[in-house]
């Protein structure tokens, strides 16, 4: 190469480094500055990381909080194209966890001092398993004393059943959007009435309606996904304005339709860097939401939670399915904790978590510093 090729590229890279360091000093972001932060690289990369840190630090403060996630029950009525557990998988062996079991994890929950659980299950919309989860949540607050905080991931439903839930001790909800581009929504969800992007939209808009904290998030490195339709994931965010954030990346299921697109993703690393740019970047353009680090994390690298927590994220959710249902909750390839003892993966998560410097927020809710300051205006 000649040396002015190399002086070029040495003043593009001095060029980008400079541009990156400018832009995460905003409080205002367009879409190409979000693009640019997403892809940053290098050097580059380490500065948006260190500015999220601090944004997280001056914004929500040093703690980080538990959430204890039981994936009560694998059937699901919907089929989204790149799922595990999508009712078109024969593959799957159905279970429902007793409510008696989901008891006992809660109390176990709550004697760990975690300060909240989170019920996550497929989409079911009958009104007995409605009225089954109001009755769980009424004696999850029961055999708490109200401590423990209840967040519900159980998909799209009415607005009754999300009132009932709400009413019955339920306070927080998770319900990604997986894309807001609708194109690429179709691409991996079945184009049909039961997966209706605009039905998806209008869901987050009637949790918020109700009084929940809502939380959505997207899948990250999917087929057919640019570098811009993240950054407008990320503008949708901003625009409904949500107080918590669940996103990681996409993992391929050998069982799914949207395997077949596998030869378009990108390498598992790229995917977990994209992840963790992602996280960072939203925790630039929304300093007050909490943001979970995503199990799927975890998959593509051991220390993946660990890594989001020093980069944006607030939140961690430890997974306390019974070991006996864990492997029928197969939502992608190689999910980690499979055969793992929750109270074994609890102290080994403590002890990485105090050596990463985190502290943890025992025996509190961990709510949306969003959603609190919210309430206040
Ligand atoms: N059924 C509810 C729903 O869809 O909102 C909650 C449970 S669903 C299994 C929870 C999340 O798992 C989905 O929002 C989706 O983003 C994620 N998920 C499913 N398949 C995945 C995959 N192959 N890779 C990464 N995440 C996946
Ligand atoms: Fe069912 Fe949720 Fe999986 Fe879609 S993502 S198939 S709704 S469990």
């Known amino acids: 190469m000649s040396g002015q090729a190399v002086r070029y590229i040495l003043k593009q890279f001095i060029f980008c480094v400079k541009s990156i360091s400018e832009i995460v000093t905003r409080s205002t972001f367009s879409t190409d500055d979000l693009v640019a932060l997403l892809s940053s690289k290098g050097a580059e990369r380490e500065i948006l990381y260190a500015k999220a840190r601090q944004v997280k630090e001056s914004q929500t403060g040093s703690k980080i909080f538990f959430r204890g996630l039981i994936e009560i029950s694998n059937i699901c009525s919907k089929n989204c194209l790149y799922c595990g557990i999508r009712s078109s998988n024969p593959n799957v062996v159905r279970y429902d966890i007793p409510d008696e079991e989901i008891l006992d994890v809660c109390r176990f929950a709550y004697e760990k001092r975690f300060g909240s659980v989170v019920l996550q299950s497929g989409e079911i919309q009958t009104k007995k398993f409605t009225k089954r989860i109001g009755r769980l949540l009424k004696k999850i607050k029961q055999l708490s004393n109200n401590e423990l905080g209840i967040t519900l991931s159980c998909g799209e439903q009415s607005r009754e059943t999300y009132r009932h839930w709400f009413e019955s001790g339920a306070h927080r909800y998770l319900l990604r959007i997986e894309s ?61 304005d949500i107080d918590m954030c669940g996103m990681g990346p996409y993992i391929e299921h050998e069982h799914t339709p949207l395997y077949a697109s596998r030869n378009l993703l990108k390498s598992k690393q790229e995917r977990f860097n994209l992840s963790l740019n992602m996280i960072s970047t939203l925790r630039l353009l929304m300093p007050d939401i909490n943001i979970a680090a995503a199990t799927a994390l975890q998959t593509l690298d051991p220390l993946g939670r660990e890594k989001a927590l020093t980069v944006g994220a607030n939140v961690i959710m430890p997974n306390l399915t019974p070991l006996k249902y864990r492997k029928e909750y197969l939502l992608y390839e190689n999910k980690p904790c499979l055969d793992e003892d929750s109270e074994y993966a609890m102290q080994i998560l403590e002890e990485r978590l105090i050596s990463a410097g985190c502290e943890i927020g025992y025996g509190e809710w961990g709510d949306s510093k969003r959603f609190i300051n919210r309430l206040k205006k």
């Open 180 to 240: 807001t581009n609708r194109e690429l929504y179709y691409k991996i969800h079945p184009d049909t009435p039961r997966h209706s992007y605009e039905k998806r939209v209008e869901a987050l808009g009637i949790l918020k309606d109700t009084g929940y904290q809502v939380g959505t998030g997207v899948m990250i490195g999917l087929p057919f996904q640019t570098v811009e339709n993240l950054a407008n994931d990320l503008q949708f965010f901003k625009i409904i």
